[in-house]
């Protein structure tokens, strides 16, 4: 048999191909608070067969459809009855804190100062920061995720692991070296001249390499002086390629803290805004308590917030307004936060999403979450045409997804099946909405970083040795 990996047509060596057979969900538009049938932008390709070329999707056709007659050897790895997504986005994350997650009893002051900031002291030491990278990268793709706007520690080699390990996969990931000179322990604490000069070396060696960004990561205002967010600044206007991410309005002590330390700020937001930290590759994590003046801010410079439900939930910081900001052209994107929030499963952390949004009277569509953590995420990072869809072109970051796991949730998804239904969508909707309401990442089949396998279920690597 011939060497899939050699493409005859070239009688030269290729790269890897593969093809994957199953259902295929992705989004074309933002389906918006829309009813659920009669969303816009939902894409469903029932039993189509994704072929994947090197880094990139080739191609996408029906199952029916013959093979292009190169690629007849190509090995079909079947997935009929299971879901083909793109990998999920998650905005807003922290490496460190895998160490903390579901720490018990605290709201984000007192939660920083018991649990967070203790455990990122430890990646001072190149070893830890390493062995935390990889370990966090290992969990994102175990969960789904396949790009990631990540917060590493102030200190400069976690950074470095990160962009190193990620790049070694050829993972999007956007990170930076997080800053902060004042109110924080011993140990967690830099300078203004010696983080501009690790962040300028940062952007020099990993900026735009291997699928790796930069972003200029200021913790939050309260922890850094307002010389280092007057740097901060001139990095995102020297650099304009680069990202910036840090945390808005989360809770009402720190808002509150944020207004004593800068009296002469017009709001929290504005902190950020009068030094040019704001633009439209800014990522601002919560923004629960921003006002209409900070929402038109946000619009006017196409800023993102990172809406992060298991967070602000299990720290008790408040219900975010997604209707709200939505009608006023705020982009939003969702997010894990852990630690804060306690899972690193975008499906949880939408099932947390709708409750959310239940509880101010509001109807989250899983069509809407899903293209949040997927196109819509993509698009407001201005990288929707690498990732976030399938599509030939696009980097092939995929994950196969069982729609039921367990005895309750496939009971479910019999009679989501069963019931006569009135337009596709509707029928649809309700099992991927049960899926994404009750599955986690136990429902993972498989992920796909740039057309590479790193992440099987333990059950389908066990079946592959049989
Ligand atoms: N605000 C400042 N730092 C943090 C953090 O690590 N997590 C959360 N949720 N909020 C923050
Ligand atoms: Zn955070």
């Not at 390629?241 to 309005?249: E, F, I, L, N």
């Not at 040019?276 to 209409?292: E, K, N, S, T």
């Not at 069509?367 to 990288?383: F, N, V």
């Not at 909707?429 to 970083?449: K, Q």
């Amino acid at each position: 048999m011939p060497d899939p990996r050699l493409n005859p047509a070239h009688g030269q060596a290729a790269q890897t191909r593969r093809v994957l057979r199953g259902d295929l969900l992705d989004f074309t538009a933002d389906p918006g608070f829309a009813l659920p049938d009669e969303a816009p932008g939902v894409r469903w390709r029932a039993d189509h067969v994704l072929l994947i070329e090197g880094e990139r999707i080739a191609a996408i056709q029906p199952a029916s459809q013959p093979m292009p007659q190169d690629w007849a050897d190509v090995p079909v790895t079947d997935h009929r009855g299971q879901l083909i997504l793109p990998g999920f986005i998650d905005t807003h994350v922290h490496c460190p804190q895998l160490d903390v997650i579901a720490s018990y009893g605290a709201e984000l002051l007192d939660w920083l100062n018991t649990y967070t900031f203790p455990a990122e002291r430890r990646y001072v030491d190149p070893l830890v920061a390493r062995e935390g990278a990889e370990r966090f990268l290992n969990a994102l793709w175990a969960h789904g995720t396949t790009s990631a706007v990540v917060f590493p520690t102030v200190h400069k080699v976690s950074a470095e692991a990160l962009f190193d390990m990620a790049s070694a996969r050829h993972m999007r990931l956007i990170t930076g070296k997080v800053l902060m000179d004042r109110h924080a322990p011993e140990g967690l604490l830099d300078d203004v001249d010696q983080a501009e000069k690790d962040c300028v070396d940062l952007i020099d060696r990993f900026h735009g390499k291997d699928r790796q960004a930069f972003a200029v990561t200021v913790r939050f205002a309260p922890t850094s002086t307002p010389e280092q967010l007057t740097m901060a600044g001139r990095l995102c206007q020297a650099y304009a390629g680069t990202y910036m991410q840090t945390h808005v309005a989360e809770n009402r002590d720190e808002v509150r803290w944020v207004s004593e330390l800068f009296p002469t700020a017009r709001s929290y937001l504005d902190v950020y805004d009068r030094d040019g930290l704001i633009g439209p590759r800014a990522v601002l994590a919560h923004g629960i308590w921003l006002d209409a003046n900070d929402r038109a801010v946000l619009k006017a410079h196409g800023a993102q917030i990172a809406h992060s439900p298991s967070s602000n939930l299990f720290l008790g910081s408040g219900l975010f307004n997604w209707l709200e900001a939505e009608r006023e052209g705020v982009n939003v994107s969702l997010a894990s936060d852990v630690g804060g929030g306690t899972s690193l499963s975008m499906l949880r952390n939408i099932a947390d999403a709708y409750k959310i949004q239940a509880l101010q009277g509001v109807r989250l569509s899983a069509w809407k979450a899903l293209y949040t953590c997927t196109l819509g995420a993509a698009s407001h990072l201005g990288l929707a045409d690498e990732i976030g869809r399938l599509e030939p072109g696009c980097m092939a970051d995929v994950v196969v997804w069982n729609v039921a796991k367990g005895p309750v949730a496939e009971h479910r998804d019999e009679v989501a099946q069963q019931r006569l239904a009135r337009v596709l969508h509707e029928h649809l909707h309700e099992r991927i909405f049960a899926w994404v309401t009750m599955g986690d990442e136990r429902n993972l089949v498989s992920t796909y970083v740039a057309g590479q396998c790193v992440h099987q279920a333990a059950s389908v690597a066990q079946a592959a040795v049989q």
